[in-house]
């Protein structure tokens, strides 16, 4: 026995202090399984009516899905099969006689290709942004185009105007001819015809864009203040924009209180209207009845979850300096169009002065919902999302272009232009200093002055 128990004590001496030490007689046979998890929080099923919406997105944690598996299929990683599909095609379009006959120009149709071929790679290798609907994929193929578009103003950044208007003939032989210019200051008196006369389809277009801004910021008084921002910088420009020159009811009444009013009406109206609605995450398989499968089906195209901004303007000097930001690149993306237009020699109506419209609306949505995140939420939002970092440098890069092609093609501003603006920024600095610098100055002086109250006593 004395032997053993001195074996014993020799093995346990080799091992060191944190080695764990396990009794063969109390020793599991098998490895326990660890217990299988509750599903819910806290073992409490989660309901979407439990989830508090008037708390920001990124607070509803346990309410969130990362990805809406309703759809399982089109949830599934099918980035192989995408890359052979894509292959095939492209050798069948590359290689196949019938689609390119020998001697016909092929530079469009390879720049087509090629421009499909980055879409797919978007499609498949971009990060995901904050929108699921109606699937990610559409919202890397957006994040892709604004891309492409990055890239073709940093490439027209380099060339001077004579060039570029021959690239745009390029792409549209109706274009490269100089347009007369049009003034809307014509007639200014106050009278029915006149309003009646002054309704076109341009009326309609200014119910539409600003619908789709309040679908952006989400906000009356954010759409107010851009909308009387906009007719200023009208009022400021157009002795550079002939079609800026309006009459007084035409910027204020038409546009102010008609159109845009209508238009920002309607879109916050189908704000409320996602805010409250009550969301369903049942899949299709799960959905009994055709007419229940339809609503199912129609119902990916509607937003997953939505959430009402509050952007807190007056609240810290961060937000109100992100939001006098986000009003700045808003209008300059209002104004960059007229000025490409004018410089390219567009109509207002060219297909790709509309397709700019739009996909600006669609590069915006994702881009402001992740602009919100990463002002109210910084904890979680470590950095800029990559929707609104694009959209930001692509605003900027349309600035650059214009600045670059407008030497001595505009006149400088007017010395009143020039005041106004002046005591407009003046003002802005003044509203700043009361709201947030005295404050801070106040709150300085008192905690020196506790300081030395407490030192000498």
Same mark, same amino acid.
């Given at each position: 026995?004395?032997?053993?128990?001195?074996? $014993?004590?020799?093995?346990?001496?080799?091992?060191?202090?944190?080695?764990?030490?396990?009794?063969?007689?109390?020793?599991?046979?098998?490895?326990? /399984?660890?217990?299988?998890?509750?599903?819910?929080?806290?073992?409490?099923?989660?309901?979407?009516?439990?989830?508090?919406?008037?708390?920001?997105?990124?607070?509803?944690?346990?309410?969130?899905?990362?990805?809406?598996?309703?759809? $399982?299929?089109?949830?599934?990683?099918?980035?192989?099969?995408?890359?052979? =599909?894509?292959?095939?095609?492209?050798?069948?379009?590359?290689?196949?006689?019938?689609?390119?006959?020998?001697?016909?120009?092929?530079?469009?149709?390879?720049?087509?290709?090629?421009?499909?071929?980055?879409?797919?790679? /978007?499609?498949?290798?971009?990060?995901?942004?904050?929108?699921?609907?109606?699937?990610?994929?559409?919202?890397?193929?957006?994040?892709?185009?604004?891309?492409?578009? $990055?890239?073709?103003?940093?490439?027209?950044?380099?060339?001077?105007?004579?060039?570029?208007?021959?690239?745009?003939?390029?792409?549209?032989?109706?274009?490269? =001819?100089?347009?007369?210019?049009?003034?809307?200051?014509?007639?200014?008196?106050?009278?029915?015809?006149?309003?009646?006369?002054?309704?076109?389809?341009?009326?309609?277009?200014?119910?539409?864009? #600003?619908?789709?801004?309040?679908?952006?910021?989400?906000?009356?008084?954010?759409?107010?203040?851009?909308?009387?921002?906009?007719?200023?910088?009208?009022?400021?420009?157009?002795?550079?924009?002939?079609?800026?020159?309006?009459?007084?009811?035409?910027?204020?009444?038409?546009?102010?209180?008609?159109?845009?009013?209508?238009?920002?009406?309607?879109?916050?109206?189908?704000?409320?209207?996602?805010?409250?609605?009550?969301?369903?995450?049942?899949?299709?398989?799960?959905?009994?009845?055709?007419?229940?499968?339809?609503?199912?089906?129609?119902?990916?195209?509607?937003?997953?979850?939505?959430?009402?901004?509050?952007?807190?303007?007056?609240?810290?000097?961060?937000?109100?300096?992100?939001?006098?930001?986000?009003?700045?690149?808003?209008?300059?993306?209002?104004?960059?169009?007229?000025?490409?237009?004018?410089?390219?020699?567009?109509?207002?109506?060219?297909?790709?002065?509309?397709?700019?419209?739009?996909?600006?609306?669609?590069?915006?949505?994702?881009?402001?919902? $992740?602009?919100?995140?990463?002002?109210?939420?910084?904890?979680?939002?470590?950095?800029?999302?990559?929707?609104?970092?694009?959209?930001?440098?692509?605003?900027?890069?349309?600035?650059?272009?214009?600045?670059? #092609?407008?030497?001595?093609?505009?006149?400088?501003?007017?010395?009143?232009?020039?005041?106004?603006?002046?005591?407009?920024?003046?003002?802005?600095?003044?509203?700043?200093?009361?709201?947030?610098?005295?404050?801070?100055?106040?709150?300085?002086?008192?905690?020196?002055?506790?300081?030395?109250?407490?030192?000498?006593?």
């Amino acid at each position: 026995m004395a032997i053993v128990a001195a074996l $014993e004590d020799s093995e346990n001496s080799q091992l060191s202090p944190t080695s764990p030490v396990e009794d063969s007689d109390t020793a599991p046979l098998y490895p326990t /399984s660890e217990p299988e998890p509750i599903p819910g929080l806290h073992g409490v099923p989660v309901r979407w009516y439990d989830a508090d919406r008037t708390e920001p997105y990124t607070k509803i944690v346990p309410f969130q899905e990362k990805h809406d598996t309703s759809v $399982e299929f089109f949830y599934k990683p099918l980035t192989l099969s995408a890359l052979g =599909v894509g292959l095939v095609a492209l050798a069948y379009v590359a290689t196949t006689q019938d689609v390119l006959q020998e001697g016909q120009d092929k530079r469009r149709v390879g720049a087509y290709a090629a421009i499909a071929s980055f879409l797919t790679f /978007s499609m498949i290798q971009f990060r995901d942004g904050p929108f699921i609907r109606p699937h990610p994929a559409f919202w890397r193929i957006i994040l892709g185009i604004n891309l492409l578009y $990055e890239l073709g103003l940093v490439f027209l950044l380099f060339q001077d105007l004579d060039s570029a208007r021959a690239m745009m003939k390029y792409l549209d032989p109706n274009l490269g =001819v100089p347009l007369p210019e049009k003034s809307y200051a014509e007639d200014c008196e106050l009278t029915s015809q006149n309003l009646w006369n002054a309704f076109d389809i341009f009326c309609l277009a200014h119910a539409l864009g #600003w619908f789709g801004k309040a679908m952006i910021l989400r906000d009356y008084w954010f759409c107010w203040i851009l909308s009387i921002a906009f007719e200023l910088a009208e009022y400021s420009l157009q002795h550079q924009l002939a079609n800026f020159a309006e009459c007084w009811w035409d910027h204020w009444i038409l546009d102010v209180l008609i159109c845009n009013w209508f238009g920002t009406y309607l879109g916050m109206k189908v704000c409320q209207y996602f805010e409250v609605k009550p969301y369903e995450w049942r899949g299709i398989r799960q959905t009994r009845g055709l007419r229940s499968k339809a609503k199912r089906v129609l119902s990916q195209f509607s937003p997953h979850d939505f959430t009402a901004f509050k952007w807190g303007t007056a609240t810290d000097f961060t937000h109100f300096f992100s939001v006098v930001l986000l009003l700045s690149v808003f209008l300059a993306a209002e104004l960059n169009p007229f000025y490409l237009k004018t410089l390219l020699w567009m109509e207002p109506d060219h297909p790709f002065v509309i397709a700019r419209l739009a996909f600006v609306f669609l590069w915006a949505l994702p881009a402001v919902r $992740e602009l919100y995140q990463y002002i109210n939420d910084p904890r979680k939002a470590v950095r800029m999302g990559q929707h609104v970092w694009l959209l930001l440098a692509t605003i900027v890069t349309e600035l650059l272009v214009i600045k670059k #092609w407008s030497k001595g093609m505009f006149e400088p501003f007017p010395k009143n232009v020039q005041r106004g603006w002046a005591i407009g920024v003046t003002l802005l600095v003044l509203y700043v200093v009361v709201q947030f610098g005295l404050p801070e100055a106040r709150k300085y002086v008192r905690k020196h002055q506790n300081r030395s109250k407490t030192k000498v006593s």
